[in-house]
Nanobody, 127 residues
Framework: QVQLVESGGGWVQAGDSLRLSCVASGHTFSTYSMGWFRQAPGKEREFVAAVSWRGSITYYAESVKGRFTISRDNAKNTVYLQMNNLKPEDTAVYYC????????????????????WGKGTLVTVSS
């Protein structure tokens, strides 16, 4: 079973940057697609970004495109989310997730999420 632990959240001001990390354990991490999702107070969880198992394909929500970058280091079993030019509307709990499917299912992730989830890390952006 896959276990995911996120870190790197915190309180920042608008325009600042943060880098989230997610360490995976418990299975063959390097063959899984990985993603980040977020849930703002009072809202449903939404897709943020995903990366294929090799790191060669990425997919972003329109709201973060150009500001966030997802990447992974399979040797460290870690996926990252570099967040630049943060806005108050980025305030949310950010969750790391894993899809054990051999395919990179970008549209599917946006609508249905992934199979395994971390417990989340809180990002607060003040104006």
């Amino acid at each position: 079973q896959v276990q995911l632990v996120e870190s790197g959240g915190g309180w920042v001001q608008a325009g600042d940057s943060l880098r989230l990390s997610c360490v995976a354990s418990g299975h063959t991490f390097s063959t899984y697609s990985m993603g980040w999702f977020r849930q703002a107070p009072g809202k449903e969880r939404e897709f943020v970004a995903a990366v294929s198992w090799r790191g060669s394909i990425t997919y972003y929500a329109e709201s973060v495109k150009g500001r966030f970058t997802i990447s992974r280091d399979n040797a460290k079993n870690t996926v990252y989310l570099q967040m630049n030019n943060l806005k108050p509307e980025d305030t949310a709990v950010y969750y790391c997730a894993v899809d054990p499917s051999p395919q990179f299912r970008d549209i599917y992730y946006r609508h249905y999420g992934m199979d395994y989830w971390g417990k989340g890390t809180l990002v607060t952006v003040s104006s």
